[in-house]
């Protein structure tokens, strides 16, 4: 069920009881006053009437030791006269004396109504007879020290009539609320509940794949707030689903490439290997293809290697920061790269301007042993490769500066790309694979900090990470 039409039957239910409720008790309370007033109408008359008939015993001349019959005779003649007097189309009187009639043109029985009880002075009853609705009242009295009963027979459906008539145009009133209720009440809340059909399309459509899509509903209640927690959530499912998207693109990417880079080692490693089988070869040529199959599958492993440390840092950016010895950091490295550098008769050199940083030990030994393993490659022999560690006010820096060919300018700005290599042939014959800088690249951004390329063409490069300085932490 609709929710407009669900509140609309849950408004109008409880506008039913509500306005129901009202009317009855409106009603109920006119119908009582209405029936309360004709009572005290007729009670008013009967007193009226019995003080006038009680006047015989102050002018009457009859003695109070006269026969009875003349007493009763008196009675009902002063009593017919007062009843003739204000008898009415409506209005009857009746006398009652020793239990019976001595005057009466009601046209029912109002001592079967309403009994004489001697301890009650005055009484009230209303009876409905043949569809008539009668209000009998009745008061006790002595006159000429003779006990009567006076009756007074009223028709009060006039009175009946008018509480009828109320009771219709409560109904009535009841009928047209419920109507123009129904009527209005579908537009109100159809209206009222735009913004939320506005809210269901809009999500609808950011579902089909519209994720810049808003539902830019600007109202002061709870929509408008709805609305806006709405916004923000798409919002950040964009953003999410346009990091997955770029995530994907870079695995992609990154997949490819490594696809590509693995066909040059696995052909040498294949073409070797079947040599060795199929070939009748020197010991010297099976100890050149041992020696290539060696260094392509060195170079396979360097290449997963750094690849899983690329995607690792994709992945899991989070660095845990400590109080790192700079001299320590540096002394692994140098140690690390100690062949390599001994092969091209390179010397490291360190130099530290500061005793410690911060910063993850295992990322920043990462990031330089790729830099110093480049700078290495791109290095002709018998040069010098500085080192060095830096602090200076609320930044860190580790620089690795070296003597070898250099970056042309235009080429800076690419060399942090996954798989970019300047020089693709000597790359390749130095076993590189492009994936050094780009690494280097994620761990100076997952420190905050960034990597900063200098180079000049047959001059040497100056690469260093800046980053700033934290409030330390120790293990």
């Known amino acids: 069920m609709k929710l407009w039409l669900k509140q609309t039957l849950i408004t109008l239910a409880v506008i039913l009881l509500s306005v129901s409720l009202c009317l ?27 003080d006038h008939l009680s006047t015989l015993d102050r002018t009457s001349s009859t003695s109070y030791d006269a026969d009875g019959v003349a007493r009763q005779s008196l009675i009902q003649y002063t009593f017919s006269t007062y009843a003739h007097l204000l008898q009415s189309g409506y209005c009857s009187w009746s006398l009652v004396m020793d239990g019976r009639y001595f005057y009466n043109t009601a ?17 009230s009853r209303i009876a409905e007879t043949d569809g008539t609705h009668l209000l009998i009242s009745m008061q006790n009295m002595t006159v000429l020290q003779t006990p009567v009963t006076i009756y007074r027979t009223a028709n009060i459906d006039e009175t009946y009539r008018h509480i009828d008539d109320l009771t219709r145009m409560a109904q009535l009133s009841l009928l047209g609320c419920l109507l123009l209720c129904g009527v209005l ?43 806006r927690s709405f916004d923000h959530m798409a919002e950040t499912v964009e953003q999410k689903i346009s990091d997955l998207e770029e995530t994907a693109r870079r695995r992609e990417m990154l997949l490819g490439a490594l696809t590509h880079e693995m066909k040059t080692p696995m052909t040498a490693i294949i073409g070797f290997s079947g040599s060795l089988l199929s070939m009748p070869l020197t ?20 290449l997963s290697q750094k690849m899983m440390q690329l995607i690792s840092m994709q ?3 989070v660095v845990l920061k400590k109080s790192i010895d700079s001299r320590e950091l540096l002394e692994k490295v140098c140690a690390a790269m100690a062949q390599a550098a001994e092969e091209k008769r390179i010397e490291l050199q360190t130099d530290l301007r500061a005793d410690t940083l911060t910063g993850d030990a295992d990322l920043l030994f990462s990031l330089l042993t790729n830099l110093t393993d480049n700078a290495i490659k791109a290095s002709p022999e018998n040069t010098i490769i500085h080192l060095t560690a830096t602090q200076d006010g609320d930044t860190q820096t580790l620089t690795v ?9 235009d080429k800076i700005a ?20 492009g994936l050094g800088l780009s ?21 040497g490069t100056v690469i260093s990470m800046i980053w700033p300085l934290e409030e330390k932490q120790h293990e």
């Open 24 to 50: 009855y008790f409106f009603v109920a309370k006119e119908t009582d006053g209405l029936i309360q007033q004709a009572i005290q109408n007729g009670d008013r008359d009967t007193a009226v009437f019995c």
């Open 439 to 459: 690494l280097c690249q994620m761990i100076a951004q997952a420190h905050g900090g960034q990597l900063e390329i200098q180079s000049e063409i047959g001059k």
């Open 414 to 433: 690419l060399v942090t790309e996954p798989f970019y290599r300047v020089d693709k042939a000597r790359s390749r014959k130095l076993g590189g694979a």
């Open 401 to 409: 500066i070296d003597q070898g060919s250099g970056i042309p300018a």
């Open 283 to 302: 010991e010297e040529g099976r100890l050149e293809a041992a020696h290539e199959i060696n260094e392509a599958a060195k170079r396979t492993e360097r």
């Open 107 to 123: 046209v029912y029985d109002p001592l079967s109504v309403l009994p004489i009880a001697e301890e009650i002075i005055t009484a």
């Open 185 to 227: 009440l579908p537009l109100i809340l159809r209206k009222t509940l735009n913004p939320l059909r506005k809210l269901t399309q809009v999500s609808e459509k950011i579902a089909g794949g519209d994720y810049a899509l808003r539902s830019q509903i600007h109202t002061g209640d709870e929509v408008g707030d709805l609305s």
């Open 315 to 317: 992945e899991n950016p």
